[in-house]
């Protein structure tokens, strides 16, 4: 399975962008697809997830409200739409799936497949 994240680049606090990631190969076997980010010096954090049958979604307490998951079925796409974006929304952001688990999952060690990343800078 490969990812290609799109999207990311600089906004003004407050303001909005939607990243994609869409997938390709050996999509059947994916249950969960999701996003987390990493700003430098920063462990990487768990974004939000997606389940990819039954569309349940989970987000961090950090991103609750201001961001919201989707997914294109047919196209295998998942997006991040990012809301009211903060200077601490910074950080190269990373598409990942999971066909190990059939349940969404905040931790990075259940995802088997990544993006290369795309930056978010937010600036103040």
């Known amino acids: 399975v490969q990812l290609v994240e799109s999207g990311g680049g600089l906004v003004q606090a407050g303001g909005s962008l939607r990243l994609s990631c869409a997938a390709s190969g050996r999509t059947s076997n994916i249950y969960t697809m999701g996003w987390f980010r990493q700003a430098p010096g920063k462990d990487r954090e768990f974004v939000a997830a997606v389940s990819w049958g039954n569309g349940h979604t989970s987000y961090a307490d950090s991103v609750k409200g201001r961001f919201t998951i989707s997914k294109d079925n047919a196209k295998y796409t998942v997006f991040l739409q990012m809301n009211s974006l903060k200077p601490e929304d910074t950080a190269v952001y990373f598409c990942?799936?999971?066909?190990?688990?059939?349940?969404?999952?905040?931790?990075?060690?259940?995802?088997?497949?990544w993006g290369q990343g795309t930056q978010v800078t937010v600036s103040s």
């Open positions: 990942a799936a999971s066909n190990l688990i059939a349940t969404i999952s905040e931790t990075s060690g259940r995802y088997n497949y």
